[in-house]
Nanobody
Framework: QVQLRESGGGLVQAGGSLRVSCAASGPIFGITRMGWYRQAPGMQRELVAQISSDGSTDYVDSVKGRFIISRDNDRNMVYLQMSSLKPEDTGVYYC????????????????WGQGTQVTVSS
């Protein structure tokens, strides 16, 4: 079974920086899109940033210029470098990946991590 495990969350003051990481493991025969979502208390989960297999990226407007998503295809990892953090960036950050789990299959399925808490104090 494919598993995604996030790490690197924590408490940081406004204006600070934090990097969260996500490692995918299990029967992986390819990963297309990888992304980071976040969910604040009482709010819906929202896409923060995503990166395709060719390295093209996309960000929600509220984090453009402050967050950078990157990936290591050899290690099946994705990172989110967060800078100039604001209290409104607080939430649980989830990793998501579209994974091919069969060597002969052309189907990519979505998998989620358990999430890591990021808290930005004012």
């Amino acid at each position: 079974q494919v598993q995604l495990r996030e790490s690197g969350g924590g408490l940081v003051q406004a204006g600070g920086s934090l990097r969260v990481s996500c490692a995918a493991s299990g029967p992986i025969f390819g990963i297309t899109r990888m992304g980071w979502y976040r969910q604040a208390p009482g709010m819906q989960r929202e896409l923060v940033a995503q990166i395709s297999s060719d390295g093209s990226t996309d960000y929600v407007d509220s984090v453009k210029g402050r967050f950078i998503i990157s990936r290591d295809n050899d290690r099946n990892m994705v990172y989110l470098q967060m800078s100039s953090l604001k209290p409104e960036d607080t939430g649980v950050y989830y990793c998501n990946a579209e994974v091919k789990t069969g060597i002969l299959s052309g189907i990519y399925s979505p998998f989620w991590g358990q999430g890591t808490q990021v808290t930005v104090s004012s």
